[in-house]
């Protein structure tokens, strides 16, 4: 098993960038594709990105692409979370999440483990 816990969120105002962080534990970290997703209040639990085991391909929902990277470091158990030109749209809370059995996969079904969660707020 895995435990995750976020870091880096905050309130910012629009145009601004913030880095997330998501600490696993467990010495299996890099057997887990990683997921960061959101939630916004009244809405779904909604796919941002994907990162695979090995760490060399991502994947992005349309809707940041271009403006977050999804990044990990498997030899500290880490992934991060950039998050570039923040716009009121991306309040929300961001849970990271880990995927044992496939990769890349934008289903929130799909991943296994979960953290707590950080907020991030952008203002206007």
């Known amino acids: 098993q895995v435990q995750l816990v976020e870091s880096g969120g905050g309130l910012v105002q629009a145009g601004d960038s913030l880095r997330l962080s998501c600490a696993a534990s467990?010495?299996?970290?890099?057997?887990?594709?990683m997921g960061w997703f959101r939630q916004a209040p009244g809405k779904e639990r909604s796919f941002v990105a994907a990162?695979?085991?090995?760490?060399?391909?991502?994947y992005y929902a349309d809707s940041v692409k271009g403006r977050f990277t999804i990044s990990r470091d498997n030899t500290k158990n880490m992934v991060y979370l950039q998050m570039n030109s923040l716009q009121p749209e991306d309040t929300a809370v961001y849970y990271c999440?880990?995927?044992?059995?496939?990769?890349?996969?934008?289903?929130?079904?799909?991943?296994?483990?979960w953290g707590q969660g950080t907020q991030v707020t952008v203002s206007s």
């Open positions: 999440a880990a995927d044992l059995y496939s990769d890349l996969s934008p289903a929130v079904a799909g991943y296994d483990y």
């Open positions: 990162i695979s085991r090995s760490g060399r391909s991502t």
């Open positions: 467990g010495r299996t970290f890099s057997n887990y594709a």
